[in-house]
């Protein structure tokens, strides 16, 4: 799935196209933040913990990679208030 939608990034054949590939890797770090803060060993973690902090941190460059331009076009069919 990851590699279609690079495929379609690279070469779009409507603007929101270039979309996908962010919204699959928006996906799989929803995954990630459920299975590490929904497991055992974080749930009673206070929020200050170093190790919270760690996680944060990875998962806050993760969506910093995935964010994509918005374009005009995009942006006037109302399709980027689902993004960010």
Same mark, same amino acid.
């Given at each position: ?8 990034k690279? !070469? ?18 929803? !995954? ?7 497991? !055992?060993a ?13 996680h ?15 374009? !005009? ?12």
């Amino acid at each position: 799935m990851s590699e279609c939608a690079r495929n379609l990034k690279a !070469d779009a054949e409507f603007p929101s196209d270039e979309m996908l590939l962010p919204m699959i890797t928006i996906r799989h770090l929803r !995954d990630q933040i459920g299975e590490i803060f929904g497991s !055992d060993a974080f749930k009673d973690l206070p929020i200050s913990d170093n190790r919270m902090a760690i996680h944060f941190r990875y998962l806050e460059a993760q969506l910093e990679e995935c964010k994509v331009p918005q374009s !005009d076009e995009i942006c006037e069919r109302g399709m980027c208030t689902h993004l960010w």
